[in-house]
């Protein structure tokens, strides 16, 4: 987790000094050099994207794989795609795809969880509030006799 906030924090670092050198050199008349900075900058973004893709892609797996989820088949060309050492990573479409159904799959546990809570304790609860109930009512007139 703490190397995907210092890729963000590194890309983010990136851009801005791309920026600032790109405008000072677009300021002297160099727009040679404000190109070759752009694409500097843009690889520089690309490989710490890839390392991202990596990691989102990591995460989102694992977490299918912890809940029970099937992948999307690999036939289905746009949920895939070759990564940058060739191995199948998820698109951008097949990590929407997966997290629609781990979504799907954590909000089916929550209410099974919660019809449990509802079918069962809630009653019980109720039942055990009236009995108490009718117990203190019973010794308070049995007191109250006294």
């Given amino acids: 987790m703490f190397e995907v906030w210092w890729l963000y924090r590194k890309r983010r670092k990136i851009v801005a000094k791309a920026d600032r050198e790109a405008a000072a050199a677009l300021q002297s ?4 050099r404000a190109k070759m900075i752009a694409a500097e900058s843009y690889l520089a973004c690309l490989r710490i994207d890839q390392r991202l893709g990596r990691f989102q ?5 694992q977490e299918a794989q912890e809940l029970d989820i099937a992948f999307p088949p690999f036939e289905e060309a746009e949920m895939w795609h070759a990564g940058d050492d060739q191995n ?9 795809y997966l997290r629609k159904l781990i979504d799907e799959e954590k909000s089916r546990r929550f ?3 919660t019809l449990w809570v509802t079918k069962f304790w809630l009653p019980l609860l109720a039942g055990l509030v009236g009995i108490i109930g009718a117990a203190t009512g019973f010794i ?3 007191r109250h006799g006294k």
């Fill in 29 to 32: 008349n160099n727009s040679e």
């Fill in 57 to 61: 892609d990591q995460s989102i797996r």
């Fill in 88 to 96: 199948l990573r998820l698109s951008f479409r097949g990590r929407a």
């Fill in 111 to 113: 209410e099974v969880k």
């Fill in 140 to 142: 308070a007139v049995w």
